[in-house]
Nanobody, 114 residues
């Protein structure tokens, strides 16, 4: 059974950092381009970053220079290091493939507020 489990969210002050993790099961993880997405209240889900099995990365302009996506194929896990967080980064963060072909997990809430 395919499962994605996100973790690592929380409440952080502006300028702070968080590291999100997403553990995947039921798939041959290394074959997939993985991505992090986020959905803020009242907004559509948006793609934040992607990473290929060869570790080529792409980022949305809004997070470029602040967020870093990485993966550990041995652990079937993709990470998102988020630095210099802003209030507008507040959202539920999800992982999935770059074409959203897997069942969505529950996500992890990130709240940036003073």
């Amino acid at each position: 059974q395919v499962q994605l489990v996100e973790s690592g969210g929380g409440l952080v002050q502006p300028g702070g950092s968080l590291r999100l993790s997403c553990a995947a099961s039921g798939i041959i993880f290394r074959l997939y381009i993985m991505g992090w997405y986020r959905q803020a209240p009242g907004k559509q889900r948006e793609l934040v970053a992607t990473i290929t099995s060869g570790r080529n990365t792409n980022y949305a302009d809004s997070v470029k220079g602040r967020f870093t996506i990485s993966r550990d194929n041995a652990k079937n896990t993709v990470y998102l290091q988020m630095n210099s967080l802003k209030p507008e980064d507040t959202a539920v963060y999800y992982c999935n493939t770059n074409v959203q072909e897997l069942v969505w997990g529950q996500g992890t809430q990130v709240t940036v507020s003073s």
